[in-house]
């Protein structure tokens, strides 16, 4: 198979996070998230974090200048060079732009797929509210969709695990204005070039999947 760059647009919840992981595990890319970048960021008390945490925090988007700085660095970095998987940016046609110039100038090549995954605004509250972040891992889960193994905590069964800040139900709200805002912009910025595709993002995760793999395939 040839070398895959993958981008996912989809609300919030809609599972980007969820699917990408399947696909590394399969095709060895790497997952890029914008939003995992800004969370360490926030962790680590950087200068980056301390900014994106108050946008982040009322469920806006950080600031175009800010993204496309952060996403400059990590495109350039060796474990790109094998493929990727975009999953939180571009989120504005300012980043897609930027992004088509990134692709050429640090790696000479452009997306191959575009992926939409969508589900309507609904269930979406529903698997927000529900997640849970394992600190161990990263990894998603949900309280009914996908439980972990020890009710409430990560892989070692005693550490905690954690509900997201903006996950709580005032922000989710905020967070589909902002996704819809945007949405449409940017699957017309991407339907001429052919490589967009929609998924139905409301089947169960490895029927998503299925649906994802044939794109791919
Ligand atoms: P980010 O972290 O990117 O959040 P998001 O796009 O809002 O996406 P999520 O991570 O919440 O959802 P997901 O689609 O990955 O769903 P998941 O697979 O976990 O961004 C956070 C913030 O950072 C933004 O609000 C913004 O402030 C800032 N930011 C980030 N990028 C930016 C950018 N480019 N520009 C400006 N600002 C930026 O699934 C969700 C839950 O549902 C899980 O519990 C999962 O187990 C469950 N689930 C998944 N799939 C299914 C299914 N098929 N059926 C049932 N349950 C499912």
Not at 26 to 52: W, Y
Not at 57 to 65: P, R
Not at 170 to 198: C, W
Request: with cysteine; aromatic share 6%; glycine share 8%.
């Amino acid at each position: 198979m040839s070398k895959i760059q993958i981008l996912f647009l989809g609300a919030p919840g809609s599972g980007k996070g969820t699917q990408s992981e399947k696909i590394t595990e399969e095709f060895h890319v790497v997952q890029i998230s914008t939003g995992d970048m800004l969370r360490e960021a926030v962790k680590n008390g950087t200068e980056l974090g301390i900014i994106a945490k108050a946008f982040m925090d009322e469920g806006s988007l950080v600031t175009d200048d800010i993204i496309i700085k952060m996403m400059k660095e990590r495109l350039q970095a060796i474990d790109c060079q094998k493929g990727f998987i975009l999953d939180g940016f571009p989120r504005t046609v300012t980043q897609a732009t930027a992004l088509d110039t990134m692709l050429q100038t640090s790696l000479e090549c452009c997306l191959t797929h575009v992926i939409s995954l969508e589900v309507p605004d609904e269930p979406i509250i529903e698997r927000l509210s529900g997640r849970r972040i394992s600190p161990l891992t990263g990894k998603a889960y949900h309280v009914k969709f996908n439980p972990p193994a020890v009710n409430g905590m990560s892989e070692d069964g005693k550490t905690p695990l954690i509900h997201r800040d903006d996950d709580k139900s005032e922000t989710i709200i905020k967070r589909l204005e902002v996704f819809h805002s945007q949405a449409d912009m940017l699957k017309n910025y991407y339907k001429p070039s052919g490589k967009l595709h929609i998924v139905d993002g409301s089947k169960d995760p490895a029927a998503v999947y299925e649906d994802i793999r044939k794109i791919l395939s």
